[in-house]
């Protein structure tokens, strides 16, 4: 049969005997869409968001539970926490103005660090006589329901805008990235348990590589909560830096850089070992080699470890595992910590290869401590 021989008006019963109700099925939903098409699907939509900002604050709630239960069972605070964590997660961190560029980092540097500073100091308020190690765990997840506080604000504020001015386009870009909100935010919830117990996480595999290199070496501290180990490897001077373990910290290897160059030694190469973002389809635990820093965060670390590097003409070598945004801050799995001998081997590698005999080499493990000496 041909197209053109195709009975439009009998499909749609308009032929000798029109049938009006078929017609108003037919145009009427066509007029509907056409003026409350919009409205329609921000109905849809929200209701498939509404499921996620629930989430989001059941999420925030259960950390600061979390939080409020670790602190008055392992900390034994002087008075009643509640009112004081309330208070540390209202706390919001402004970042400089960025207007002319020129010197931004040090103003952000200035600012996290203060934060920073400020959060131990006043978490050591809870109960003055903690250690060190629990200051720094219950530091960890303060910053964890503070961060989960701010998603689900964030998130619940743009929700509402697009709701109250009926404004489809405006929840769009909500829909598209809340996939990815989600998964970070559960991953940040689950994450709550490993940290509690101090057990290892993905993130933790640069220290762990690295920790293993340091066995039976005397370590010092170079910066805070970071330490330093010195070794003979075929011939070269290698110098081993971490984040001081086992509790929950990244130390401050940019800070220990600078310390090392400042006392006068000569590094030839550095050697960075971190963990890494892994794309969807890629093999996890999966071992990639690159050039520059291998370091996250806000950057600041990154940017000065690259200052030092370009200043003394010092090349830097990246060896990354491949891991999941949920894999890295959760409790470490077989797949990835199988991999540390293997890290090893080619960190050695890196070494041979990028120096020769009597020269100094720098070796940095990235990444949390938690659980990891």
């Not at 056409?34 to 939509?45: F, K, N, P, S, W």
């Not at 590097?309 to 060896?319: C, E, K, V």
């Amino acid at each position: 049969m041909n197209f053109t021989d195709f009975d439009f008006d009998q499909l749609l019963g308009m032929g000798e005997e029109t049938n009006p109700l078929l017609i108003l099925v037919w145009i009427l939903p066509i007029i509907l869409f056409v003026l409350y098409g919009q409205r329609i699907q921000l109905y849809v939509t929200s209701g498939e968001i509404k499921k996620s900002i629930k989430k989001l604050d059941g999420f925030r709630l259960e950390s600061r539970d979390e939080l409020l239960k670790h602190i008055r069972t392992n900390l034994k605070p002087t008075g009643d926490p509640e009112s004081k964590v309330a208070l540390f997660l209202e706390y919001v961190t402004i970042m400089p103005i960025d207007m002319d560029p020129a010197g931004i980092v040090p103003k952000i540097k200035r600012v996290i660090r203060m934060r920073e500073d400020y959060t131990r100091e006043k978490v050591r308020t809870l109960a003055p006589k903690m250690e060190e190690s629990e200051i720094a765990r219950t530091q960890t997840l303060l910053e964890i329901a503070s961060s989960l506080q701010m998603i689900y604000r964030m998130v619940n504020h743009m929700f509402l805008t697009a709701k109250k001015q009926n404004n489809y386009p405006l929840i769009l870009p909500l829909q598209m990235m809340l996939p990815f909100i989600m998964e970070h935010a559960e991953s940040m919830r689950d994450a709550i348990t490993t940290l509690k117990k101090c057990q290892p996480i993905g993130d933790g595999i640069g220290p762990m590589v690295v920790g293993r290199m340091m066995l039976g070496l005397p370590r010092e501290t170079i910066a805070l909560h970071t330490v330093l180990a010195r070794d003979t490897i075929e011939s070269r001077n290698i110098l081993m830096l971490k984040a001081q373990g086992p509790f929950p910290t990244v130390g401050r290897p940019a800070d220990a850089l600078q310390n090392l160059m400042d006392s006068g030694e000569t590094i030839h190469a550095i050697v960075m070992v971190d963990a890494a973002l892994k794309m969807e389809g890629e093999e996890t635990a999966s071992i990639a080699h690159g050039f520059g820093a291998a370091i996250g965060g806000i950057g600041v670390e990154r940017y000065e470890i690259e200052e030092v590097a370009a200043d003394r003409n010092i090349p830097i070598f990246s060896i990354m595992i491949k891991e999941s945004v949920r894999e890295a801050i959760t409790i470490m799995t077989k797949d990835i910590s199988d991999k540390a001998s293997e890290m090893r081997s080619h960190v050695l590698d890196a070494i041979s290869e990028n120096s020769v005999e009597g020269q100094t080499v720098l070796v940095i493990g990235v990444g949390n401590t938690v659980g990891v000496n």
